[in-house]
Nanobody, 122 residues
Framework: QVQLVESGGRLVQAGGSLNLSCAAS????????MGWFRQAPGKEREFVAA??????IYADSVKGRFTISRDNAKNTVYLQMNSLKPEDTAVYYC?????????????????WGQGTQVTVSS
């Protein structure tokens, strides 16, 4: 089984930056794509970013502001968030896909972390 643990979420002012981490353990591999999703109160979970061994993709709402990266030696995925906006407030979830290429659909991910809260104040 794969275990994913997110960290780094906190309260930050609008315009600030935050770096989230996702530590993976268990049966994990760099051959599988990793993704970040988020869910705000009263809203459905939405795709944020994903990364494979050769490519990365982003939701339009975060493109140009967020950067996803991974350190395979540390089995860790990161989400660098810049120019944060109040609408970025949500619980952020890390996930491992069941395929080697990037996916934007939650159905394409088989393992999920518990989430980390990001709150952006105005």
């Amino acid at each position: 089984q794969v275990q994913l643990v997110e960290s780094g979420g906190r309260l930050v002012q609008a315009g600030g930056s935050l770096n989230l981490s996702c530590a993976a353990s268990g049966r994990t591999s760099s051959n599988y794509a990793m993704g970040w999703f988020r869910q705000a109160p009263g809203k459905e979970r939405e795709f944020v970013a994903a990364i494979s061994w050769s490519a990365s993709i982003y939701a339009d709402s975060v493109k140009g502001r967020f950067t996803i990266s991974r350190d395979n030696a540390k089995n860790t995925v990161y989400l660098q968030m810049n120019s944060l906006k109040p609408e970025d407030t949500a619980v952020y979830y890390c996930a491992q896909s069941i395929v080697g290429w990037v996916r934007t659909d939650s159905e394409g991910y088989g393992y999920w972390g518990q989430g980390t809260q990001v709150t952006v104040s105005s």
